[in-house]
């Protein structure tokens, strides 16, 4: 019989270049930020070059050999789980109200990457192109290859200084 072990902690860091700029159709102000519970944190500008989002989580081995994952920036069933970056406008001292959302899915990584990648020293990367193929702000749902994920060392990460990183 196998046991389930306990929560482990998980940093999880998301690189996105290649941003669509502060303008998308009647949206003036366009930010993107990564959801915690029902909220957009962490907002960055449409026009930056880069966005990164920092982000712990807990995982949990489960008895098939996956990984369950859990915490406030986790979203989706057991089995179907997933991180949002969600698109807003955010004018100038008002309110983000956002317009469209791409899901960062976590549940199809392979289970051997998620275990380097929780080992003491390492963290889950993301990298994404952030520009979807009309230009606009990227949403959908995103695996691989559109989401390119490593298990890195902490302070390691290649940013945009790597070409031909970001799907």
Known sequence: MSVQSAKRPLR????GANLPGATFC???HVHV???CRSEAVDLVPGDASVATFEFEVDVLST??????????YVHGRRGERFVYLSWGDRPPGGDFAMFRRAKLHLSCLDPDLVAQA?????HL?????LTDAKG??????LRPPAIAWSAEPLGTAGGPSRPGTFP
Do not use: M, N, T
């Open 118 to 122: 929780a080992e003491p020293a390492h």
């Open 26 to 28: 009647e949206h003036r």
């Open 33 to 35: 930020g990564v959801q």
């Open 12 to 15: 999880i860091l998301i690189e």
């Open 63 to 72: 008895p098939d050999g996956s990984w369950d994952f859990r915490g406030p």
């Open 136 to 141: 606009g702000p990227r949403c959908a749902s």
């Open 125 to 129: 990367v993301a990298r994404l192109g």
